[in-house]
């Protein structure tokens, strides 16, 4: 049996109120957090809230732009088999684009763990691929 693959959408943009920086670092701690509790009920997830790691490794003068890193998380979200949406997302233009793309490709859209288990343990979800 394979593991179920979980898309973790949430909000990454500052709202533009408090301290941008700390705003930013409490929603990747949101996305991770939810990353590890989805590893602990046996589920693979991907957290699009890490992929500032990828700026990490960047040499001189190379450089990575939003729409490369958005292409990259939209492509592991359609391989994903189903999503769970954070508390904090906005309604963003990011975010209608994979609501729709999701709505699109038919991937079940989760607003708890809780729910996504239950789903997965009854068989409502399964592999996609």
């Not at 699009?48 to 990575?64: A, K, S, T, V, Y």
Request: net charge positive; proline share 4%; glycine share 10%.
């Amino acid at each position: 049996m394979r593991i179920l693959r979980i898309y973790v959408a949430g909000a990454m943009t500052p709202t533009g109120k408090g301290n941008h920086a700390i705003e930013y670092l409490e929603n990747v701690r949101l996305g991770v957090k939810a990353s590890i509790r989805l590893i602990h009920w046996g589920f693979a997830p991907y957290c699009p809230m890490i992929d500032f790691q990828f700026f990490l490794g960047l040499g001189e003068g190379e450089q990575i732009s939003a729409k490369m890193i958005y292409a990259t998380s939209v492509a592991h979200m359609l391989g994903c088999d189903a999503i769970l949406r954070l508390p904090n997302i906005r309604n963003s233009a990011g975010w209608r684009v994979e609501r729709g793309l999701a709505n699109h490709e038919k991937i079940p859209i989760f607003t708890t763990i809780e729910a996504l288990r239950a789903a997965r343990d009854s068989g409502e979800i399964k592999c996609r691929k």
